[in-house]
């Protein structure tokens, strides 16, 4: 397997533009985490699926942000409008268990910026 | 979730051995003990995991006294490219993988 793929790897956006980030998690894999790091805030958990439902998503900061698994192999990410402050680095991860103990594996990442 | 304190920063030198511990005072009986590392511009990478005593792989040795309280992640003999974040994690009751501030490590030549 080719592990999470995020894409794309870099997004540079004007403030108020939409952004879509994507995510294919490794097959097999029944839960699926979206991160958000920053120097300030660190990681920061966003929303975790399990087996394409929504579990929590109390760390999404805002309305703005939402995001959705239609099957099992794909999850975007989107941000309606975007603000200077979303600039980050979004990480997308998969793991065949959830909790602490699961050893979960991430994407690339894709950084944000929007100017 | 168990609450984890790991310090903030440490350096070191290439050669040397590197201890990095982690304390879990809450821990549950059931619970591991669960690292992960993380390199400049990349994600978080699970290196090691355990329950009690020691556990040993390719990357790191895990030490666990017999109380759980704490852990030491032991990195032996570091080189520049083990430069990272290393996080501790612990504790189970829920789905959610929660990453606290890590350990940010610098090794210098």
């Known amino acids: 397997d080719a592990g999470v793929i995020q894409s794309p790897r870099h997004e540079v956006t004007e403030m108020g533009q939409e952004v879509t980030l994507r995510c294919k998690p490794i097959?097999?894999?029944?839960?699926l985490f979206w991160y958000r790091q920053t120097m300030m805030r660190g990681l920061e958990l966003l929303i975790y699926?399990?087996?394409?439902?929504?579990?929590?998503d109390s760390g999404m900061p805002e309305d703005r942000f939402s995001a959705k698994m239609p099957n099992a192999s794909f999850s975007t990410l989107k941000i309606q409008p975007s603000e200077p402050r979303d600039s980050a680095v979004y990480f997308c991860?998969?793991?065949?268990?959830?909790?602490?103990?699961?050893?979960?594996?991430f994407g690339q990442g894709t950084r944000l910026t929007v100017v | 979730l168990a609450k984890t304190t790991q310090p903030i920063s440490m350096d070191s030198y290439e050669g040397q051995e590197v201890n990095i511990t982690c304390s879990h005072n809450n821990i549950a009986t059931n619970d591991y003990i669960t690292w992960y590392q993380q390199f400049p511009s990349q994600g978080p990478r699970f290196i090691i995991q355990g329950y009690k005593t020691k556990v040993t792989n390719e990357v790191a040795s895990l030490f666990i006294p017999a109380d759980r309280k704490s852990s030491t992640l032991s990195l032996p003999r570091v080189s520049l490219s083990d430069t990272a974040v290393y996080y501790c994690l612990v504790g189970e009751g829920t789905d959610k993988l929660i990453f606290g501030t890590g350990t940010r490590l610098q090794v210098f030549p």
């Open positions: 991860a998969s793991s065949t268990w959830g909790g602490q103990e699961a050893e979960a594996f």
């Open positions: 097959s097999g894999h029944d839960y």
């Open positions: 699926f399990n087996n394409n439902v929504p579990i929590d």
